[in-house]
């Protein structure tokens, strides 16, 4: 009796820490989006300032797509760090209680994320070429 309560604690902390790392990735994640983000939001200062150590007169692409979707992955990955922690109390709720039910909104929005990366991506660089 003793040893399956023991053994039960254990377990439990061991699916504890897992849904600890899960948030930790997640939390990696919209970082990494929020970066990316900002790299695309700045782009224009970075080609005019390579321009300047070449010697060379470049015109940067206007700031208009890759302003506002840059400030938009900013949000995304801001929304996506919250959505991760509340996702995160949620699990270990459930974890507590036994009943764990999977949630599909985290992975959802990353897809979504990724597809609209790409496409917007394909667009812009479709449209300097």
């Known amino acids: ?77 801001a929304l996506m760090g919250v959505l991760a922690f509340i996702r995160y109390k949620k699990v270990e709720k459930q974890i507590d209680k036994d009943t764990y039910q999977p949630s599909l909104i985290l992975d959802v929005l990353l897809t979504i994320s990724v597809l609209a990366i790409g496409i917007f991506l394909v667009i812009y660089l479709v449209h300097i070429v």
Request: proline share 4%; glycine share 8%.
């Open 1 to 77: 009796m003793i040893e399956d309560k023991k053994s039960s604690k254990v377990r439990n902390r061991r699916v504890h820490m897992a849904n600890e790392r899960t948030f930790l990735a997640w939390i990696r994640t919209s970082i990494g989006i929020m970066a990316f983000g900002f790299v695309v939001e700045k782009f224009a200062l970075f080609v005019k300032q390579i321009s300047y150590l070449l010697g060379k007169e470049v015109i940067p692409p206007p700031r208009g797509y890759s302003s506002f979707f840059g400030i938009s992955l900013v949000a995304l990955g």
